[in-house]
């Protein structure tokens, strides 16, 4: 399964908005609509942004557009996924290294999404180590192949524990309020065959208390120094549950996802996005028209939540600080 494809010099983004009802790929010439594209989530998660940006950088050399241009509007679409500004940097780097030639920088582009798509199978690999036999796992949001390019960091390392035959169960979060649990974490879940249970985010502590969770992994948009990190909107409470019942707790990401240049997660900057998200559920209102909402699309959980940070160089364990900086500084 895969999100982003590039043919012929053109982008073709997977409508991850029309998911899991149709199956519409959508072709981009031009930086501009790719920029709107992550804005409106047709392409989401944070390598997935990062990749696409890449593309769409390389989109404006091929147009013989103004690169600095591009650059701007491209990081201005969304702002907590530190992996947009890491490609960005990344073709400015190789386009001042390449007087912009559009063939070095598609070439520069398509490595960012084949060595991702590497980054995904080795976290898979390290992961799949900590799941234990007749796993039962919980996830948030989606961290899997649609989010990625492919394969997927938190639903990688449970495809991973799968092939291993370890995996008895996945119960996925379906993350309000855009769904992305129901509509592309299950979606990918059944499409592949492994055993999935969609619940509903006030279900989680539930089932903990229960016994019925061994461990959960979820994804991660940015990381600061201390291992703070930012991830979909009810990560927070699904670490906090977890923290309650004694149940491990991991965050999957590349390193493109880790930013040392800020020493915790207080300022990782959070996105806001439009109240009707929360005033509507797939278009249909279900509050009134008037009523004020609160709708930040992420939460920053404490590094002190969390059990270990697993990465494409191995699974990095507390003090964090000091072990990222030892492995990725
Ligand atoms: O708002 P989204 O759908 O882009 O948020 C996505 C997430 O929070 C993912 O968990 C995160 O990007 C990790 S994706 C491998």
Same mark, same amino acid.
């Given at each position: 399964?895969?999100?982003?494809?590039?043919?012929? $010099?053109?982008?073709?983004?997977?409508?991850?908005?029309?998911?899991?009802?149709?199956?519409?790929?959508?072709?981009?010439?031009?930086?501009?609509?790719?920029?709107?594209?992550? @804005?409106?989530?047709?392409?989401?998660? &944070?390598?997935?942004?990062?990749?696409?940006?890449?593309?769409?950088?390389?989109?404006?050399?091929?147009?013989?557009?103004?690169?600095?241009?591009?650059?701007?509007?491209?990081?201005?679409?969304?702002?907590?996924?530190?992996?947009?500004?890491?490609?960005?940097?990344?073709?400015?780097?190789?386009?001042?290294?390449?007087?912009?030639?559009?063939?070095?920088?598609?070439?520069?582009?398509?490595?960012?999404?084949?060595?991702?798509?590497?980054?995904? @199978?080795?976290?898979?690999?390290?992961?799949?180590?900590?799941?234990?036999?007749?796993?039962?796992?919980?996830?948030?949001?989606?961290?899997? &192949?649609?989010?990625?390019?492919?394969?997927?960091?938190?639903?990688?390392?449970?495809?991973?524990?799968?092939?291993?035959?370890?995996?008895?169960?996945?119960?996925?979060?379906?993350?309000?309020?855009?769904?992305?649990?129901?509509?592309?974490?299950?979606?990918?879940?059944?499409?592949?065959?492994?055993?999935?249970?969609?619940?509903?985010?006030?279900?989680?502590?539930?089932?903990?208390?229960?016994?019925?969770?061994?461990?959960?992994?979820?994804?991660?948009? @940015?990381? &600061?120094? $201390?291992?703070?990190?930012? $991830?979909?909107?009810?990560?927070?409470?699904?670490?906090?549950?977890?923290?309650?019942?004694?149940?491990?707790?991991?965050?999957?990401?590349?390193?493109?996802?880790?930013?040392?240049?800020?020493?915790?997660?207080?300022?990782?900057?959070?996105?806001?996005?439009?109240?009707?998200?929360? @005033?509507?559920?797939?278009?249909?209102?279900?509050?009134?028209?008037?009523?004020?909402?609160?709708?930040?699309?992420?939460?920053?959980?404490?590094?002190?939540?969390?059990?270990?940070?697993?990465?494409?160089?191995?699974?990095?364990?507390?003090?964090?600080?000091?072990?990222?900086?030892?492995?990725?500084?």
């Amino acid at each position: 399964m895969d999100a982003i494809r590039w043919e012929g $010099n053109t982008l073709y983004l997977l409508d991850q908005t029309k998911l899991p009802v149709t199956e519409v790929w959508l072709a981009y010439h031009d930086w501009r609509a790719v920029a709107e594209a992550i @804005r409106t989530m047709v392409v989401r998660g &944070a390598p997935a942004i990062g990749i696409s940006a890449a593309y769409a950088y390389a989109l404006a050399a091929l147009a013989g557009g103004d690169l600095c241009q591009a650059k701007a509007g491209l990081a201005a679409s969304r702002p907590t996924a530190v992996n947009l500004f890491w490609a960005l940097e990344r073709m400015e780097r190789k386009a001042s290294a390449c007087g912009g030639s559009s063939d070095a920088l598609i070439a520069e582009a398509k490595a960012i999404h084949a060595e991702d798509v590497a980054m995904c @199978r080795a976290m898979g690999a390290y992961g799949a180590a900590v799941v234990p036999e007749h796993a039962r796992i919980l996830t948030h949001c989606n961290a899997g &192949a649609l989010a990625t390019g492919g394969y997927g960091t938190a639903l990688g390392v449970i495809r991973a524990a799968h092939e291993q035959g370890k995996v008895a169960m996945v119960y996925a979060d379906e993350t309000r309020p855009l769904l992305q649990g129901a509509r592309l974490t299950a979606y990918e879940l059944v499409a592949d065959h492994i055993p999935a249970t969609l619940i509903a985010d006030n279900m989680a502590a539930a089932l903990m208390a229960r016994g019925a969770i061994d461990l959960v992994v979820v994804g991660c948009d @940015r990381m &600061a120094a $201390n291992g703070d990190f930012a $991830n979909k909107i009810g990560t927070y409470s699904v670490a906090v549950n977890a923290r309650y019942h004694g149940v491990p707790f991991y965050t999957a990401l590349p390193s493109s996802t880790i930013d040392l240049s800020l020493s915790d997660g207080s300022q990782i900057p959070i996105e806001q996005r439009d109240k009707d998200e929360v @005033r509507a559920l797939g278009g249909v209102q279900t509050a009134p028209a008037g009523v004020e909402v609160y709708n930040p699309a992420f939460d920053v959980t404490p590094h002190t939540l969390l059990t270990g940070v697993i990465t494409e160089r191995g699974i990095v364990y507390p003090p964090f600080r000091e072990n990222l900086a030892k492995r990725f500084g």
